[in-house]
């Protein structure tokens, strides 16, 4: 997975709360057999009119937030589905680091494995930024992870990370190999199996 | 030391390893496995060159994108024909029992059906799967959650994942529930009180004397639901009625494995010195039938209630938010909840597609019609409750009512298949989402329970289903 370690650029506010993912993906866009290939289709039915021409009334397609790789939004973000495919479309699309008063837990795992950093603010802390970035076109910030620290014109401020999680984006850590490393505890836990535990695993099965 | 919850015993007795600093590593009983969240995660493991860990606990079946209608032919999407050809193929590479439409049909179904109908899923087993209503099978006092594509793979690589423990949330209901009112009104009733944000981080115990006199169905239904009010799981503890249900199943243990099973399952209760994070207590006897709507499963309200008005929401956040979700659903504020008419009529759904969910719509439907310019279909969970409904002959009664009677799959609860809403189309559905376009592009969606969709379907706008005669014929 690609590092993350200091993130600066535009921000684009985009001012509604229960953002489900759902919106984020919508499900036409899922039958896709490959992780890549969803960035064009973020926000999809907010994006584009039914006769696909580009709604201009949707925040994110105002030019002023072009080229931004910081997202903010408001409260609980990435509810319902837990398809990685919302994760996988916000990358692709630019973003880099959202901003937010709260994330669903299934979304918010999501993206520590697609280099991806969520970043819990106050409600206030949140207002503010609304604020500013409407009031400041091309308005930017800067995104430190080690420092654990965020600024940008009138704001700095620093965020709350588990310390396991930034490592993993820090060093863009594949978990896989790391829980490989474990292979002998899991081989020792799975002796349970064939003591006490044998009613977990099914007796027979239908051929593969 | 203080007493454990359910969820501690769990969670503890699934410990393979822990170390400051870092996540626990929890191991997995029972994966099940679906065409939409997995192709990545296979592609992962061949890039890498690894195996699956336990093809002997992983299970697969097709169900978000198989069409619902004649499925002896190729299905016509290319995309989802690919997608579902690429199940088929990584469960033949690594191994994996496939309830596919054409390998193992007789088993296929929607993944939080199958799984217990198939007695795969027990209480006390850790249960994953790429799809969030995995918590369904919280019902047998299992830990069960959904997971995204990248820890798919890790659970196909490893068969652990990496979970920080999460909080332990208290939902009790209490009482005994009205005629008419079911187990997806207690849920969503829950879930308006709560928020869909309410259970954030926490896994859910329900419990109290409303949750233990459910059926194991209806306790699917309430743990199903758990994801919408934010929960990583739901979970019930499991008693005799557990026991009874999962005893004989195909998957189930036999013989001397199920008295040692039972053995332990008697266990999994929480301890009466138990401390939970949270906790909060309803009461049973004052939910009435639950109609959802606006854009998020916790904008609910009762059937005899009405539109809310933004205008005595003060704050301001909130406000906007009903803004913009009466202006999505075309509804005006302060409009009695059954003056809203509905042009479609879904059941189905991992919320609410089993025989208890089409005994009921079928008792309520028997000798009455359809309203004029209504379309209502019934789409069965798993083949195994199309067969036996059919053995019943409900499919007779749902069709002489004018009902469309499908195959089963996800279907029209998130429209990833040819069965979706037009624009504008508005809905009584038993799904488990009305989110902006979850069952169609500009479709609206009300959530409800089976017989509220029923009655919705035969009157052609929200009724009180407490007012009508179920009868008990069937």
């Not at chain 2, 679906?34 to 192709?39: A, G, L, M």
């Not at chain 2, 860990?53 to 097709?62: E, N, S």
Request: net charge negative; aromatic share 8%; glycine share 8%.
């Amino acid at each position: 997975m690609e590092k993350l370690k200091r993130i600066a650029g535009k921000v684009a506010a985009l001012d509604r709360m229960n953002v489900d993912t759902d919106q984020i993906i919508p499900k036409q866009f899922l039958k896709r057999i490959e992780r890549t290939g969803f960035g064009e289709f973020l926000f999809f039915d907010w994006k584009y009119n039914d006769d696909g021409t580009l709604n201009e009334d949707f925040e994110l397609n105002r030019t002023r937030y072009a080229g931004a790789c910081v997202l903010l939004t408001r409260d609980n973000f990435g509810s319902g589905s837990s398809r990685e495919h919302a994760p996988w479309a916000i990358r692709e699309a630019g973003f880099r680091v959202i901003l937010a008063p709260s994330f669903a837990d299934i979304f918010y795992n999501n993206c520590f494995k697609n280099s991806i950093l969520p970043i819990v603010i106050s409600k206030d802390r949140t207002d503010e930024l609304f604020r500013l970035v409407r009031e400041n076109e091309g308005y930017s910030l800067e995104v430190d992870l080690a420092e654990k620290s965020v600024s940008g014109k009138g704001v700095e401020f620093s965020f709350e990370i588990d310390d396991f999680k930034r490592k993993v984006l820090l060093e863009g850590l594949d978990d896989i190999s790391q829980t490989l490393e474990l292979v002998d505890s899991i081989e020792k836990y799975e002796k349970l199996f064939t003591d006490e535990r044998q009613w977990v695993v099914p007796d027979e099965r239908e051929k593969p | 030391m203080a007493g454990r919850t359910l969820f501690d015993k769990i969670w503890e007795s699934h410990l393979v390893h822990e170390e400051e600093g870092k996540p626990s590593l929890l191991y997995i009983d029972l994966h099940l496995v679906h065409e939409v969240t997995s192709p990545q995660a296979f592609e992962g493991l061949r890039i890498t060159g690894r195996e699956v860990r336990r093809p002997d606990l992983t299970f697969a079946t097709m169900d978000h994108n198989v069409p619902t209608t004649d499925r002896s032919g190729p299905i016509s999407d290319p995309i989802s024909a690919k997608q579902i050809e690429a199940l088929r193929q990584n469960c033949k590479d690594f191994g994996i029992t496939l309830f596919g439409i054409k390998i193992n049909n007789h088993s296929q179904g929607i993944v939080h059906v199958i799984g217990p109908e198939l007695g795969l899923t027990k209480p006390g087993m850790t249960i994953v799967c790429g799809d969030s209503h995995t918590s369904t099978h919280g019902a047998f006092g299992a830990l069960a959650f959904g997971i995204g594509t990248s820890e798919v793979e890790h659970v196909l690589a490893t068969q652990c994942l990496r979970q920080n423990r999460p909080k332990v949330f208290e939902i009790r209901v209490e009482g005994e529930r009205q005629y008419g009112v079911t187990a997806k009104d207690i849920i969503l009733g829950i879930i308006g009180h709560i928020g869909t944000a309410g259970a954030t981080g926490t896994v859910v115990e329900y419990r109290g004397e409303a949750i233990e006199a459910l059926s194991m169905e209806e306790r699917m239904t309430v743990c199903n639901m758990s994801i919408e009010g934010g929960a990583r799981a739901g979970m019930i503890a499991p008693d005799q009625k557990t026991f009874e249900y999962v005893k004989g199943r195909q998957y189930a243990p036999k013989d001397l494995n199920y008295a040692k099973a039972l053995e332990h399952w008697k266990t999994l209760h929480t301890d009466p010195d138990a401390i939970f994070d949270k906790s909060v207590t309803l009461d049973a006897c004052k939910i009435a039938p639950q109609v959802s709507w606006g854009t998020n499963p916790g904008m609910v309200t009762d059937v005899t209630s009405k539109v809310p008005d933004p205008g005595d929401c003060e704050d301001p956040d909130e406000r906007k938010s009903i803004e913009q979700a009466l202006e999505y659903m075309d509804l005006k504020a302060n409009t009695p909840i059954t003056d809203i008419s509905v042009d479609r009529v879904f059941i189905g759904s991992c919320t609410n597609s089993r025989m208890e969910d089409l005994l009921a719509v079928a008792r309520l439907v028997k000798g009455r019609k359809v309203a004029d310019g209504v379309n209502a279909m019934v789409v069965p969970g798993s083949q195994i409750v199309k067969r036996k409904a059919e053995e019943m002959d409900l499919h007779r009664v749902f069709t002489e009512a004018g009902f469309e009677w499908r195959e089963s799959g996800c279907s029209m609860c998130l429209g990833m298949n040819p069965d979706i809403l037009a624009p504008g189309e508005r809905c009584a559905s038993t799904s488990n989402r009305n989110f902006e376009g979850r069952q169609g592009k500009g479709g609206r969606t009300h959530l409800v329970s089976p017989i509220m969709a029923a009655a919705a379907a035969l009157t052609g706008h929200f009724v009180d289903v407490r007012d009508w005669e179920i009868g008990k014929g069937i």
